[in-house]
């Protein structure tokens, strides 16, 4: 199990509703890391098909994950003070 999913699940069995700050896997290096995981997969996808509607999904995906993955990161930053500052929104090192 993930450090993720255990934390989680620790959180779930003491009843602990509040909002944390998730760490581990590329959480250490993004806010976003499962919208990141989504675009790769689909990125991947389209890339092995080389097809429109591979192209499409991506593009679709891609049009709704970033904005909202902005939105979720500048979330993140006003509600925890000690939020990482070196933490990306979606893609790692990069962006």
């Known amino acids: 199990a ?3 999913n255990v934390t989680y699940e620790t959180q779930e069995k003491n009843n602990d509703t ?3 700050i998730p760490y581990g896997g590329l959480f250490d290096y993004v806010t976003n890391a499962t919208y ?3 675009l790769m997969a689909w990125l991947g996808w389209a890339l092995w098909t080389r ?3 591979g192209v499409f999904v991506f593009a679709v995906s891609f049009a709704n994950l970033f904005p909202r993955a902005f939105k979720q990161h500048e979330w993140y ?3 925890f003070e000690n939020y990482p500052k070196n933490r990306k929104v979606i893609v790692p090192f990069l962006l």
Do not use: V
Request: aromatic share 20%; charged share 25%.
């Open 36 to 38: 990141f995981g989504e």
């Open 2 to 4: 993930s450090t993720f």
């Open 18 to 20: 509040a909002y944390k």
């Open 51 to 53: 097809s429109p509607g």
């Open 77 to 79: 930053q006003k509600k």
